[in-house]
């Protein structure tokens, strides 16, 4: 089969594999015209593998920008099926970053931070979690640091969430695949302490994404969580991995989530903040709203232990 030929047949099951599967059909026959007229105009003759790739999802996301949406080359094809190896891929970039816990610390102030890049394999995060929350247990605020969050599991985001709420289960979402519904409640039960009746700020930037977003939507929705910073990315299609031939894969999204408060996501429109500022700037609002709320809840006590977390928060807010 000549270069031509398997380009052909790559760009034919990419466009079938699309119009098969992505969550909004009408959309995905705008991509696939596109896609056609481009090929027609010889945009992808000649390409090499990996360019090939990146300019058929260029123009894919020309008619809409859906960042799941991607076609991936792969120089040497993984042993595990797509969806597989992908997976695997997250698992160790999280297994080398703390499982995406990479900071956890009690501020000046008694203040918590947690820093979390993503969210790791399910089968980890609740180990992760229980550690970071039991270390932040004793704190008066505290601030969630999403601004560098690529997303990852969904069930791991849900998870982390349920620390920050009460007991009894809450739904979270339904989503939307192929006509079938499922709803996704926060657990019952999660390992170590819930983080609850006490403020917490959510800090997001233009660069948050995904899982990222879904925990800053969550929360925000929910009136548990007060987010300072930037407007997200605004990716919130779910996708899955289909193998196209033996060096490429079409990251496909296939499902639609939606929250039963507000009835809608942040695909598109992104996280857009309770209090906007630039991200380099959103540690220094939220730590400043939380360290007034501690100085408004332990100032003037007579319990020394009390007074000096006071006067440590007194003077970082007039620092």
């Known amino acids: 089969m000549t270069q031509e030929h398997s380009s052909a047949a790559r760009l034919d099951a990419v466009l079938d594999t699309l119009l098969t ?6 959309t995905a026959a705008a991509m696939a015209a596109r896609v056609r007229a481009r090929d027609a105009e010889g945009a992808y003759t000649g390409l090499p593998g990996p360019d090939f790739c990146a300019a058929v999802t260029a123009d894919l996301r020309h008619v809409y ?19 597989t190896a992908a997976a695997d891929v997250w698992r160790e970039r999280f297994r080398l970053e703390a499982d995406g816990v990479t900071r956890v610390e009690r501020l000046p102030g008694n203040v918590g931070l947690i820093a979390l890049t993503g969210f790791t394999d ?23 640091d999403l601004r560098v969050n690529r997303g990852g599991w969904p069930l791991s985001a ?14 979270v979402s339904t989503v939307h695949k192929g006509g079938i519904l499922r709803q996704y409640w926060t657990p019952a039960y999660v390992p170590g302490p819930r983080y609850l009746d006490r403020p917490v700020h959510v800090l997001t930037s233009a660069g948050t994404f995904s899982g ?17 910073g930037e407007t997200t990315s605004g990716a919130a299609h779910a996708f899955e991995v ?16 939606v929250n039963p408060l507000t009835g809608g996501n942040w695909e598109a429109t992104g996280v ?4 906007e500022v630039p991200a380099g700037a959103a540690f220094d609002v939220a730590y400043e709203l939380s360290l007034k ?3 408004a809840v332990v100032g003037g006590s007579v319990d020394e232990n009390l007074r000096r977390i006071a006067e440590e928060a007194m003077e970082r807010v007039a620092g």
């Open 158 to 171: 849900i998870q982390f969430c349920a620390h920050l709420l009460g007991g009894e289960p809450v739904q």
């Open 212 to 228: 990222g977003e879904d925990v800053a939507y969550t929360l925000q929705s929910l009136g548990r969580a007060t987010v300072v």
């Open 122 to 144: 399910p089968a980890r995060a609740g180990a992760a979690y229980e550690a970071a929350m039991r270390l932040l247990a004793g704190t008066y605020a505290l601030i969630v």
């Open 242 to 257: 289909f193998r196209i031939d033996e060096h490429v894969d079409a990251h496909v999204p296939d499902e639609r989530g």
């Open 65 to 83: 920008d859906d960042r799941h949406l991607t076609v991936v080359w792969h120089e040497t094809r993984p042993s595990a099926d797509g969806e």
């Open 293 to 295: 709320h501690v100085s």
């Open 21 to 26: 599967h992505y969550v909004h059909p009408e």
């Open 272 to 275: 857009v903040p309770d209090v």
